[in-house]
């Protein structure tokens, strides 16, 4: 069994930094990637980003690119997601998802996922 626990989220201002962190307790293939995704009220679910977790390799939307940054610590069993310019429509519910099929942008690929957490933009 695995469980995904993210943390790090709150209320910022626009401009500001913040990193979300996702602690995974269970085993972590090589095979296996790591992403992000948000969901702001009344809207679908957005992929953020995704690491593969043994080659290192990431994907991004291109909306996002150069404003937020996913990496790991596999000593660690976590992922991070460095956000950088934050704006309010950043604002949403993030959430770590685990897929046993790689680094997909495809949040139904994704086989476990943690409760998320929020994160409110606004001055």
């Known amino acids: 069994q695995v469980s995904l626990t993210e943390s790090g989220g709150g209320f910022v201002q626009p401009g500001d930094s913040l990193r979300l962190s996702c602690v995974v307790d269970?085993?972590?293939?090589?095979?296996?990637?790591m992403g992000w995704f948000r969901r702001a009220p009344g809207k679908e679910r957005e992929f953020v980003a995704a690491i593969m977790w043994g080659a290192g390799w990431t994907a991004y939307p291109d909306s996002l690119r150069g404003r937020v940054t996913i990496s790991r610590a596999k000593s660690e069993n976590t992922v991070f997601l460095q956000m950088n310019n934050l704006k309010p429509e950043d604002t949403a519910v993030y959430y770590c998802?685990?897929?046993?099929?790689?680094?997909?942008?495809?949040?139904?690929?994704?086989?476990?996922w943690g409760q998320g957490t929020q994160v409110t933009v606004s001055s």
């Open positions: 998802g685990l897929s046993r099929r790689g680094a997909s942008r495809v949040g139904s690929e994704y086989n476990y």
């Open positions: 269970g085993r972590i293939y090589s095979s296996s990637g």
